[in-house]
């Protein structure tokens, strides 16, 4: 009940909007919602669902299909719905246990977002156990700093040189230098606390304050950001915020 089947927010460059239906597929409408492509990604089968939302680059329709046995990256010709990339990520399962297996909980909920990297885009991305840096065009994995849970609900946050990533289900989070290459999990990693409150929604950091906003409880760190605790919230949704005010939809009241 808590996840219904069209979980994930659709996007618009102005022009189109893009929309995930999980397991239905993706697809594009004009503003008079006449359909313009749809593709079949195939089914998206997990017992959590799905709510990863489309992102638009340039080009490129980008969208993190999963969780489920099949998980990947797909990066697609938002004009026509071709696939330009896909970059499969190992692992998955769909949470619920085969005759004589125990469950597997893995999987990323996470919608990836794009940020500047030394002068040149990033799509920034939290998988299960990691959050990695990709070359949005081509989809070429630049760096990789471990430290997640195998469950990742929110989408990483960016600030001032530094990606702070969350696992949910009690999980871990991580704070971690951009620039790196291959492995940075030990030159770039600047904190990481392995055992956190549940996150489903994303936070946001407070730049003057040097706070992540999150439904998570306050961590102290003297080298990057602390997380702000927001009491008694019962929340998914992810948190907006403008030059005065943090905005959260929840399940009881605004």
């Known amino acids: 009940d808590t996840n219904p089947y069209c979980s994930a927010s659709a996007v618009t460059d102005g022009e189109r909007v893009v929309a995930s239906y999980g397991s239905a597929g993706l697809y594009c409408y004009d503003f008079d919602g006449k359909e313009l492509w749809h593709r079949d990604l195939g089914k998206q089968h997990h017992i959590w669902g799905n709510a990863a939302s489309p992102v638009l680059y340039k080009d490129l329709c980008i969208l993190n299909v999963g969780p489920g046995e099949r998980q990947f990256l797909i990066a697609l010709d938002k004009n026509t719905g071709s696939t330009i990339w896909q970059v499969d990520e190992p692992g998955g399962h769909f949470g619920q246990a085969k005759p004589g297996e125990e469950s597997v909980w893995i999987g990323s909920w996470s919608t990836p977002i794009i940020i500047k990297e030394n002068g040149s885009d990033r799509l920034i991305m939290s998988f299960p156990k990691r959050v990695a840096a990709l070359e949005p065009k081509s989809g070429k994995e630049i760096w990789t700093c471990a430290g997640l849970n195998p469950l990742v609900y929110t989408s ?99």
Request: aromatic content about 10%; cysteine-free.
């Open 156 to 254: 990483p946050l960016y600030d001032d040189g530094i990606i702070v990533a969350m696992g949910g289900y009690s999980g871990s989070a991580l704070a971690v230098k951009t620039g790196g290459k291959g492995d940075v999990t030990e030159t770039h990693r600047l904190w990481q606390h392995p055992r956190t409150r549940q996150r489903i929604g994303s936070g946001v950091i407070l730049t003057e304050d040097g706070y992540v906003l999150t439904s998570g409880r306050r961590l102290e760190d003297e080298k990057a950001f602390a997380f702000k605790l927001i009491n008694n919230i019962h929340a998914y949704e992810g948190f907006v915020l403008d030059d005065q005010h943090a905005y959260l939809v929840y399940h009881d009241t605004l």
